[in-house]
């Protein structure tokens, strides 16, 4: 289960934040998980759950935001339907992949003295 790779590479970045503002406690850990990024959001909670514990995030809540996929035309940048063809419906160009992939470290809420 890669989530707790995952989980362990975002509690590294929070301690370096921690470390930063000379942090004494996390309280909220707030992240966004693309919908095709390959990341399954309960177990990713359940991970950081049983991970967090020898942190200075044992306390955290981890806030998980799912971010929906979204195509765009490469060429004219307008968005392409979910469900439509990989195709530009104006000027024909291929559509790229805008977002839903990303896993992403939106905030640390912590206490700071």
Known sequence: MHEYSIVSALLDRVD????LHGATAVHRIRVQ???LSG???GLLHEAF???RGSTVSAEAELEI???EAQWRCAMCNRIVARGERL??????ATARLAKGSEILLERVEMEVP
């Open 65 to 67: 935001t799912a971010v």
């Open 87 to 92: 195709s530009c419906p104006n000027c024909g």
């Open 16 to 19: 370096d934040a921690v470390r």
């Open 33 to 35: 998980i693309g919908e």
């Open 49 to 51: 759950l049983m991970v």
């Open 39 to 41: 990341v399954e959001t």
